[in-house]
């Protein structure tokens, strides 16, 4: 359980199977059935909205893994223009992020500035993010305004924490890894168990 000045308290990541979200609730805002054998995922009451953050390329690929817990939601994405975004979200409502992000400050200063310009128009119930670069901007405006946020590690980094993964650490409402040996990597992780 995790609270976070003053906002609500967070049963941090559940358990998701390659499905999608199973198992116990990630949030207090976000709920799924115990019996995840048989039953959808299921939002909670208060949840219609998540916004979902990631790079192009394996960071995008995880977050489309569990389409079965957000595609109840309405859902608002922020990746970049590139032509698997364009292809695996075509017909969702997607923002375009400044590109690319790695050793990238002018990007990231410009990735801030359009995070403070959506983030509270967009308005939120949740962020979600797999990384990298990107999601930083989005969780540090996202915790300014009180917005949860939940970032789940990459599957393919299993020895050290990687730069994102330890800038959202610290601003991240919830925080899930997929493989075990990660967990003595990030205090206060969640194992959920990998997603793809």
Known sequence: MIRRRGAPIITACGRIRRSGLGGRPWSAHIRV?????TAEPTPAPGVSHVMLVASTGGHLAQLIALADWWRPLRRTWVTFDKADARSLLLGEEVIYAHHPTTRNLRNAARNLALARRVLPG???????????????????????????????????????????????????????????????????????????
């Open 122 to 196: 967009v308005a939120p119930d949740l962020v979600v993010s797999t990384g990298a670069g990107v999601a930083v901007p989005f969780f540090l405006v996202a915790r300014s305004l009180r917005i949860p946020t939940l970032y789940l590690e990459v599957y393919d980094r299993i020895d050290s924490p990687t730069v994102t993964g330890r800038l959202c650490r610290p601003i991240s409402t919830a925080f899930c890894v997929q493989w075990r040996e990660q967990l003595s990597l990030y205090s206060g992780a969640e194992y959920v168990g990998p997603v793809v």
């Open 33 to 37: 059935p115990a019996d995840v054998g």
